[in-house]
C-alpha cells in the first residue's frame, strides 16, 4: 500500500476527528484534510482531488447517502462510508451508487486501516472491470460497423463474406487506415447514396 | 499519493501487451503513475530515446542492454534489464517460393520439430537471406542456434538483415528476404497478405526463451527507486492479468486499438491463445506457449538466461565468453527484481540462476513460498547450458 496518500475526512465531531488523524498519521506521511460538515464537500473534492474520501455519517437517511456518494466522485476514487445504524436499503443504496466500503458501527481509530486497504483493493478491482467493459464495448462497437460494410460490399458487389472482409482490409492497408474507418467510410457513403 | 508521469516506449507487437494494459485497464494508476506509452519505428530508435532521456524506460530485445555492456553497436550507456516482459512469441516464415520448394520436396511443416525442419530447409535451398528486428536479437541468436548449430559459429555464415517487425512482411512479400524470425502478429501478418508461410515457432528452438525485457538506464533506476518499483509492480501485475485465459479476446481488443497495433484484433489473438494458421487455408495449429507473459516465473530475470545471451554473443563476436557471460549477468537485475516486488509478495526463486534446458517437463524448484514450478525449457539440440563458470 502506498504510504503518501491525499485522504478527505468528513468528520462532524471534533475529539473523533482528532483520533482519526492521529491513526492515519500513524501509518504514512499522509496529507489529510477533515470537513466538519456536508456542505462544501464537492468543492474539496475537486480542490484537493484526494486519493481516498473517508466520510462519518452518525445516522444517515438514505438522500444523506446519495448526495454524499456523489459529491465524493466514487468512480474517480475510493470512498469508505462509517455509519452507526443502517437498514439494507440505505446500505444497498450506498453500494450502488459506488461507495467502495460500508461499514456499519461507524468509524473507528484502531481499524481505519484495513477499511482503507479493503476500499482501495475494492475500488481497483471495479474499475479494472469498467476497463474491460469499456474495451469490450468499443471493439463490438467496431466489429459492428465492419459486419454492415461487409454486408454492403456482398449485396453491392455480389461477394462471399470472407471476399468483402479481404477487400475493407485490403483497401485499409494500401491506405494506411483502419479497418473500422474503412468500414465507417464506406457504411456513411451507402447511406448517402441510398 | 501524487501521481508520477512516465514515459516508455514500445514497439507495436504483441509482447508489448503488459505495458499497454498495466496503462489500459489502471494497473499503472494503481501503483501511482500516469503512464505515456510511445510506440517506436525500430528497435535502434527505441534504444536511442532510452539512451538520451527521451523515454524513461522502454519495450526492449533482451539481448540489448546485454549488447550495450559488451561494447557492441556503438552505444555502451549502461541499461539495467529490470524484468523480462514476455517469454517465446517469435515466428520463422519463409517466402512463398521457399514454402513451394519445401512442398515439392515433399516436406509439411508440423510447427514443432525444428530438426526436421532445419533439414528438409537446408535441402532445398542454399544461402538464405534471413530478415531478424535487429542484430542484437534473440531472433539472430535463436537462428544461429538453429541453423548454424550450437558451436562456434562465424559471424558471417548467415546472411541475416534488419527489418523493423512492422516492415518484415513487405519485405518478404517483396523478396527482399528468403525467412525471417519476427516477433508476434508480424508473422501471422505475412500470412494474411500471402507474402509468406510460417514454419516454426521460436520455442522450437528453447522452449522458454526470454524475449523482451523491462529496460530503463542504469543511472535512472539508480536516481529514482520509488519510480523504478512502480513501474516494475503496474508490469507484473499486467502480466498476471494478461496470464487469465480468460481475458485473451479483451487484451487483443485493447492491443488492436489504433494507438497501439492498429491491427484486426483476431490477428492478435491467434499468438495470445497459441492458435496460429500458418498459411492460407491451412487449418489452425495450436502451440503450446506461444508467448508468456506471468507462468512459470517467466518475469524473472534470471542471471542465466542473461549468461547464455552474453556467451552467444561472445562466441559470434570473437569475444572472451567467460568475460562476457559475467559482464551480462550484471545487467539481469535479480536484486531489483527481488526488492521491488516483494510487497505483492510475488513468490521469488531460490537461487538467481539455473541450468538452461535442463528440464524436459514443468517441475518444482525451491521458493519462497513453495509454489513455483519452472520448466520445460529445452532446447532443440537437448544440449543444456549451465550457467556455473560464469558466475
Known sequence: MPSQLTILVVEPDKTRAEAIIDSLAATGDHQIRVLAGHTGLARSVAEMNPDIVLVDVTNPSRDVIEELTLASSPLERPVAMFVDRSDDSITKAAIEAGVSAYVVDGLRADRIQPVMDAAIARFHMFSRMRAELEATKR??????????????????????????????????????????EVAQALVTASELLS | MRIQPLTVGFMPLVDAAPLIIARELGFAEEEGLALTLQSGPSWSTLRDRLVLGQIEAAHMLAPVPVAMALGLGGITTPLDALSVLSVNG???????????????????????????????????SGALRLGVPFPFSMHAELLHYWLAGGGNTD????????IPPPLMAEAIAANEIDAFCVGEPWGSITVENGGGELLLPSNAIWKFAPEKVLAARTDWTAANPELTGRLMRAAWKAARWLSDTSKRSTAADILAWPEYLGLPAEILERSLSGHMILSRHSPVRHVDRMVVFHDAAATFPWKSQAAWIGARMAQRFGLDPTNAAHKATEVFRTDLYRQH??????????????????????????????????GPDAFFDGRAFDPTPFG
Open chain 1, 139 to 180: 471493439a463490438l462497437e467496431e466489429r459492428k460497423i465492419i459486419d454492415r460494410a461487409k454486408g454492403i460490399l456482398m449485396r453491392a458487389r455480389g461477394l462471399s463474406e470472407d471476399e468483402a472482409y479481404a477487400l475493407i482490409r485490403k483497401t485499409a492497408m494500401s491506405q494506411g487506415k483502419k479497418i473500422a
Open chain 2, 341 to 374: 516486488l516483494a510487497p505483492l509478495g510475488v513468490d521469488m526463486p531460490g537461487a538467481s540462476g539455473k541450468v538452461e534446458g535442463a528440464l524436459a517437463l514443468p517441475t518444482p524448484v525451491a521458493s519462497d513460498n513453495g509454489t513455483l514450478i519452472l
Open chain 2, 155 to 162: 559471424p558471417k555464415a548467415l546472411d541475416i538483415r534488419t
Open chain 2, 90 to 124: 517469435n515466428v520463422i516464415g519463409v517466402s512463398n517460393q521457399i514454402a513451394a520448394r519445401l512442398r515439392d520436396a515433399g516436406f509439411t511443416p508440423d510447427f514443432r520439430n525444428a530438426a526436421a525442419t532445419r533439414e528438409a530447409l537446408t535441402s532445398v
